[in-house]
């Protein structure tokens, strides 16, 4: 499985993700943040199918481009179920915040954990991980970990916000990423790339080294 990332919403600092299986051809974007000419015109030039958009979940600094994927792509939308509502509504996507109103199209696939979707022979697991909103999810793709706003390097996502929950976040990231293979690369929605490993030994928030 290949991947690109793209910075399409500089103001939030928001991973853009493009997935995409180099024998099939058949790719997902992943939280395409803001309408991007240069992202649509790189997608197109790089003779790939673009079958899905995953929505990590669904705050308005990860789906303010879903509108302009579907003008220009047959996608399909996916979302988990917990999160589908805030697409269409700007209120509840944070976006009134700073003025853009995002409405984004409807969720074509409702995801839940433990879905999957394929591209190709390869296999996107979706797993549940709320916390920062209900519905958020990490997507793992091989040995990559697509972790929206769940996880970060050295950090984790804010739980201060509607549907976020601190306890439910530590849970999540211990009982559904820190199972996984430490050498998984981890891509989160904001900042640098990590792994399972360096964010179990060192993460502030999550750390599950014991003091001697
Ligand atoms: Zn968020
Ligand atoms: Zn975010």
Redesign the pocket.
Known sequence: MKYKTFNVLPEFGTNTYLVWDDVSKEAAIIDPAAPSKILVDDIKGMGINLKYLIS????G??IGGNKSINDNFDVKNCIHIEDAGLLSDPNEN?STYWDSEIIAPKADIILKDGDELTLGKEILQIIHTPG??RG?ICILAGNILFC??TLFAQGI??TD?PGGDYSTLINSIKSKLFVLNGNIKVLP?HGTDTTIEDEKVGNPFVGMMTSL
């Open positions: 990590t979940h669904g705050h600094d990860h944070l920062h909103s958020g929206g706003d996502g804010r916000l929605g």
